[in-house]
């Protein structure tokens, strides 16, 4: 009677493993993953119709991040916390003169004109050469008038305001994989 039960577990588990086997060989074979694809993407946009942004200049205080946008000559400069790139806040329009430096929340000025002269407005693109054999434009911006890059954001002011982007680089899978396995057992 023990070799009959022995016989009837040991078909039941063939059985078993077969029909896992089936099941398996079954499901659709997972689609590749696209690899992933370094970018340059707008967080924020910020109208501004009082005159054309001519330069930036960005600083930190404690943990957060600072733009103050001049203008030509006599105008407001704006100061803007971009703690949160997706989120800007402005914070005031300051004074009328021209900014030497900044510190922080602290600023020098002069009401002297520029030492260097404002350039023509220029056209920037934001490319995507994912595909190197056909590589694309993914958003153009007319009429730039200032151009910062600072910390992994891009600040762009054209006519339509000012523009805040940031640079995302594609993770590693290779790397990451390797991170997560010494996480795991080390």
């Not at 398996?24 to 924020?44: E, G, L, N, R, S």
């Not at 910390?151 to 290779?174: K, M, T, V």
């Amino acid at each position: 009677m023990r070799i009959s039960n022995r016989r009837v577990a040991a078909t039941l588990i063939a059985v078993a493993i077969s029909a896992g086997e089936i099941e398996a060989k079954k499901k659709d074979p997972k689609p590749p993953v696209a690899a992933p694809q370094d970018q340059i993407v707008i967080d924020a946009h910020l109208p501004f119709t009082s005159g054309p942004i001519t330069h930036f200049v960005v600083t930190q205080h404690y943990n957060h991040s600072y733009i103050y946008a001049e203008r030509e000559p006599g105008k407001p400069v704006t100061l803007i916390d971009a703690t949160r790139p997706a989120q800007p806040v402005v914070l005031s329009d300051l004074t009328s003169g021209n900014l030497v430096a900044v510190a922080g929340t602290a600023a020098l000025e002069t009401d002297a004109a520029p030492a260097v002269q404002t350039s023509k407005p220029q056209t920037i693109r934001i490319m995507d050469f994912s595909d190197s054999a056909h590589p694309k434009v993914t958003r153009q911006f007319d009429g730039v008038t200032a151009i910062e890059r600072s910390r992994g954001l891009i600040l762009l002011a054209n006519p339509e305001g000012i523009w805040i982007l940031s640079e995302r680089l594609a993770e590693d899978p290779a790397v990451e994989a390797e991170y997560a396995r010494r996480v795991v057992y080390q």
